[in-house]
């Protein structure tokens, strides 16, 4: 499984990016799949994800203004950033995994394949 993001750059607060990671090697359609970030001198956390059912999970500090997607013909997964803050400043990645839960979605334990991160910058 490879995971491909990208789509992170420098904005605005107020500002918005849309990221975008590709996922290979197999078929994705029956897989949990979502995005964690991370801030320097801070651990992980999650972002948002997107059950087999289609259901959407956000962590409340984005809910209202980030929006997971996917393309399941395309194997890719997207994640719209609108009214950017400084806070939501990190790397961010993208995860994936077959064996996620619906009460696990948010914990970074629970999956064993991710991405190598894209760098979001919001400036104030």
């Known amino acids: 499984v490879q995971l491909q993001a990208y789509g992170g750059g420098l904005v605005q607060a107020g500002g918005s990016l849309r990221l975008s990671c590709t996922a290979s090697?197999?078929?994705?359609?029956?897989?949990?799949m979502g995005w964690f970030r991370q801030a320097p001198g801070v651990e992980r956390e999650f972002v948002a994800a997107r059950s087999r059912s289609g259901t959407s999970v956000y962590a409340d500090s984005v809910k209202g203004r980030f929006t997971i997607s996917r393309d399941s013909a395309k194997n890719t997964l997207y994640l719209q950033m609108n009214s950017l803050k400084p806070d939501d400043t990190a790397v961010y990645y993208c995860?994936?995994?077959?064996?996620?839960?619906?009460?696990?979605?948010?914990?970074?334990?629970?999956?064993?394949?991710w991405g190598q991160g894209t760098q979001v910058t919001v400036s104030s």
């Open positions: 090697g197999r078929t994705f359609n029956s897989y949990v």
């Open positions: 995860v994936v995994d077959s064996n996620v839960i619906l009460s696990s979605i948010r914990s970074a334990s629970a999956y064993d394949h």
